[in-house]
């Protein structure tokens, strides 16, 4: 098969280029080399150095491809208005600009990156009166280290569930926002054209190559990057607040699903997947999990909290089993100790 694969020099993107060849596929591979994430450096040999939101002028390079990975996106927590117009562009028109492209030439199949950041807040239980809302946490609860949700019954703390595809897109970042916005721009395009989507909802995703301590690194490369500087990892909050950290290689693989299934799904179809390891944990967890391998260096937990966190975000990897066959290879544990030491990109 010939895929384009946008972003292809990024931290995900060239895990899915390494499996896609090495599953005798051919790519087109198409990266901006955005500076937030790539620093100074070049564009790989053999990537087109290109922008999406010109997909237009560029579109001769979708000729006799079969399937576009569109990986290609403008990533971090995005809480500052001024970063607001920079989202709208790579992320909203830069998808728009290649999916009028891609009906131009013909090209009607797309697995695209989403986020679990499309949710919002997670799901929640309280013990007593079952699945209950939750809203802002508002910041005087956080200022006095109670960062659980609370029950509007009864005030007990919540607990989380699983979130499953059919939950309501509730974006509260730039980027979030962004995100849903693509999801929602690949669903009209499908149902104009006849085409197939698939968008694979990301949760936390780490391995080696990933980007070192940046604004818009996650938490995993920031917890390594203070160990390697002989520091103890800052925990925020209580460290309880549950993720899913999922390795790079299990997100190509799914992404290779994705690529293998979509061509058999009928024209005008729209699906979402979440993409996890499966196997939730706590960033207290996180931290003590990289740490270990750093001489057993125990994290710092603050009591600090960022403004615009979420408290739990766990997902369903359910329908992605049943319906891709995807079934994450590598648990959090033995991912997270060899990351402890993988090579990050500068
Ligand atoms: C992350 C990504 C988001 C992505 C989502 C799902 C970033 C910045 N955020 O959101 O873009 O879509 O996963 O894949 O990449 N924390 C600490 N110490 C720190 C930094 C963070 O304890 O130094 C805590 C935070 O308070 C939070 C948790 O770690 O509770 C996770 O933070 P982060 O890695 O930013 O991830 P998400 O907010 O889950």
Not at 88 to 98: I, P, S
Not at 323 to 337: D, K, S
Request: glycine share 10%; net charge negative; aromatic share 6%.
């Amino acid at each position: 098969m010939r895929v384009l694969l946008t972003g292809s020099a990024g931290f995900i993107g060239s895990a899915i280029r390494r499996a896609l060849e090495a599953a005798g596929d051919e790519v087109v591979g198409v990266d901006l080399m955005l500076p937030q994430a790539h620093g100074a450096a070049r564009a790989p040999e053999g990537t087109h150095h290109l922008d999406v939101r010109e997909a237009g002028v560029w579109s001769r390079l979708l000729d006799g491809v079969d399937i576009v990975c569109h990986q290609a996106a403008m990533v971090g927590a995005g809480l500052s208005p001024a970063d607001l117009p920079a989202y709208a562009g790579h992320n909203d028109l830069g998808t728009a600009a290649l999916l009028a492209a891609m009906a131009d030439r013909g090209v009607h199949q797309l697995v695209q990156a989403s986020s679990m950041v499309v949710y919002g807040e997670g799901r929640y239980r309280c013990a007593k009166h079952g699945p209950a809302p939750a809203g802002v946490r508002p910041l005087e609860a956080l200022d006095q280290g109670s960062f659980d949700h609370e029950c509007t019954t009864c005030a007990r703390p919540l607990s989380w569930d699983l979130v499953t595809e059919d939950a309501r897109l509730e974006p509260r970042s730039s980027y979030a926002a962004s995100k849903v916005a693509q999801e929602h721009y690949a669903a009209a395009w499908a149902r104009q054209v006849g085409g197939r989507v698939i968008s694979l909802r990301y949760h936390n995703v780490y391995g080696p190559h990933m980007p070192r301590d940046t604004p818009y690194s996650g938490v995993a490369a920031l917890f390594r990057s203070a160990l390697e500087r002989g520091e103890a990892p800052r925990v925020f909050e209580d460290g309880e607040q549950a993720r899913d950290f999922v390795h790079v290689t299990d997100v190509a693989e799914a992404n290779l699903l994705a690529i293998g299934a979509v061509g058999d799904r009928p024209a005008g179809s729209v699906s979402a997947y979440n993409v996890g390891s499966g196997i939730p944990v706590t960033i207290r967890e996180v931290a003590c999990l990289v740490g270990r391998t750093h001489g057993g260096v125990a994290p710092d937990v603050t009591g600090d909290y960022r403004r615009g966190d979420v408290r739990h975000i766990v997902a369903s990897p359910e329908r992605a089993a049943a319906e891709l066959g995807f079934h994450a290879r590598i648990t959090p544990q033995a991912g997270l100790r060899e990351f402890a030491t993988a090579p990050l990109r500068t």
